[in-house]
């Protein structure tokens, strides 16, 4: 994949900003994701982009319809998420070099993606295509509202032509508020349904309702569905998603029989079966 890089990002021959699209960091109001300072818990959901890659932690339950829209974009500019685990959403933290401003992390409402390759850097860096980012910071809500705002702007060149700030390519934010994402995103469809939780087997109902540790339902529920025990980052990942009370068992329990894996192991199993 190509890489990009320039003083900023249209010194590399990104397009210049849409009009209407402003990348102040502060402009937005990121007290309606949930009050400021940002809350302890943000209520969020899993999301797996669409190479298979899972966000750690889920995202801003209130984002998804935004997220899902910039997964599409990135589908049909087959702009993967690389096997380096940085990729991140949800961060309690304040913005890196100030010590007063929380980030947009901290509402689980901004994303960080293929960080080792899109660096927080003085010197623009990005794998991202031009036109796909283009395209991202086109994405309105049905409200009228610009639907993310890219870091990698973040290092610009003033009137004067010189330049300022830190681009940080990997990372992109929600620009508007829940209200604008809940009225839609113009050009793609409705949000669809949240799946059900699949009906449980009783043999599965039955690891639910054992009253094991997280860890011992987790190394259960891997051995059933995948097959494997988990190994130490599964083990932990799954076990926090458990413990941090956000997720209810039975969400845990099908976001991993959904996995890809779970389902290969399924096919596998039924196939022996039938030998
Ligand atoms: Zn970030």
């Known amino acids: 994949m190509a890489t990009f ?21 502060t402009s937005v109001t990121m007290g309606d994701w949930g009050g400021y300072p940002p809350p302890l818990r943000v209520k969020r959901t899993l999301f797996a982009f669409w ?4 966000i750690p932690g889920g995202v801003a339950e209130a984002a ?4 899902r829209a910039l997964d599409k974009i990135f589908e ?3 702009y993967r ?15 890196r070099g100030s010590k007063k401003a929380w980030s947009s992390h901290s509402w689980a409402a901004a994303l960080d993606i293929n960080a080792k390759r899109n660096p927080w850097s003085y010197r623009f860096k990005s794998d991202m295509p031009p036109n796909m980012i283009r395209e991202i910071e086109e994405l309105k809500t049905e409200t009228g509202k610009p639907v993310w705002r890219w870091g ?10 010189k330049y300022r700030g830190k681009a940080d390519a990997m990372h992109f934010e929600i620009a508007c508020s829940p209200a604008d994402i809940a009225s839609g995103i113009a050009g793609t469809k409705p949000t669809q349904p949240k799946e059900e939780p699949m ?6 109902q039955a690891l639910l309702d054992h009253g094991f540790s997280s860890q011992a339902t987790i190394r259960a529920w891997f051995q059933e569905l995948l097959g494997r025990p988990p190994g130490p980052a599964g083990l932990e990942y799954w076990t926090g998603l458990l413990d941090s009370g956000q997720y209810t068992k039975a969400q845990v329990f099908t976001a991993i029989a959904n996995s890809k894996e779970a389902k290969a192991y399924a096919k596998r199993k039924e196939s022996e079966a039938g030998q």
Do not use: M
């Open 76 to 78: 049909r500019y087959n």
């Open 199 to 204: 009906a449980l087997q009783p043999h599965e």
């Open 51 to 54: 190479d298979g890659t899972e």
């Open 81 to 95: 998420l690389d096997d380096e685990a940085d990729d991140w959403c949800w961060n309690r933290r304040k913005i």
């Open 152 to 161: 990698g702007r973040f290092r610009y060149k003033t009137s004067e032509g």
């Open 5 to 25: 890089t320039g003083k900023s990002a249209e010194d590399a021959g990104y397009h210049p900003l849409p009009d209407g699209v402003r990348y102040q960091r």
């Open 64 to 67: 998804l319809p935004a997220v």
